[in-house]
């Protein structure tokens, strides 16, 4: 599969200059931020700071990193602008990525912002990235399966936001559900390992107690991106 730098670039050009005139991403990017502003110096014990830590982040990587990617593509569907890209000499991989590269800017710029205003707890910057980076491309992943087969952007709520908030507060209340079906589907969702990963980690966890963490993220993120790869080149087939 070739990539033209060129077309990647213009492709990136195209979603910035979208993208920052969309007030709509700016409003979810502000959400996380909030949150962590908000749980700032609220948390009493060890595992309260490292939830005030996690869940801003968790909420930056879906509502940016999912939600935007969705709300962006879905915008182009509309304008019939997305068909004329998939039909481009455009390959499948640059115009994945050329959409991808302004989500994961702004979701790592409101990461940013969000660790700089509740502290990072004391863990490897390594497991932080790796984490972080597997977590936004499966988010991104979904984000843009949901983009393509919602018809409008209003559909893009209803076809994702409950997919979103699973993945966001089934960590917070799965375990809470008297149902060890729930509770088991909830310990294998992607958002669930993230936080728990981390959690380990910082409680002094190594490799060694963290790769049940890390190869649930290697398995998602596999299957995030082929499944991406098959519905944007079915959709480029439809009429």
């Not at 669930?192 to 890390?214: A, I, P, R, T």
Request: proline letters at 4%; aromatic letters at 8%; hydrophobic letters at 55%.
């Amino acid at each position: 599969m070739s990539l033209s730098l060129h077309r990647l670039l213009a492709i990136i050009s195209k979603e910035w200059k979208d993208s920052i005139k969309n007030p709509q991403i700016l409003l979810m990017a502000g959400i996380p931020i909030l949150m962590a502003i908000l749980g700032k110096g609220r948390a009493q014990t060890a595992e309260g700071a490292m939830d005030v830590f996690t869940m801003p982040l968790m909420v930056a990587i879906v509502t940016v990193g999912a939600f935007a990617q969705a709300l962006m593509i879905s915008e182009e569907k509309e304008k019939n602008t997305l068909r004329a890209l998939m039909l481009s000499p455009a390959s499948p991989m640059e115009v994945l990525l050329g959409k991808s590269v302004m989500t994961a800017a702004f979701t790592v710029i409101v990461i940013f912002i969000c660790t700089q205003i509740t502290g990072i707890p004391d863990l490897h910057f390594g497991f932080l990235i790796l984490f972080v980076l597997m977590m936004l491309i499966i988010s991104m992943a979904f984000g843009t399966v949901i983009g393509l087969i919602s018809r409008t952007a209003s559909e893009t709520s209803i076809v994702g936001l409950p997919v979103l908030l699973i993945f966001i507060f089934g960590p917070m209340f799965g375990s809470g559900i008297d149902s060890a079906v729930v509770v088991k589907i909830v310990e294998m969702l992607p958002s669930y390992q993230f936080m728990l990963g981390l959690s380990d980690h910082v409680n002094g966890g190594g490799l060694e107690e963290v790769k049940g963490s890390l190869l649930n993220l290697v398995i998602w993120t596999a299957a995030a991106i082929v499944l991406t790869f098959i519905i944007y080149r079915s959709k480029s087939f439809d009429k």
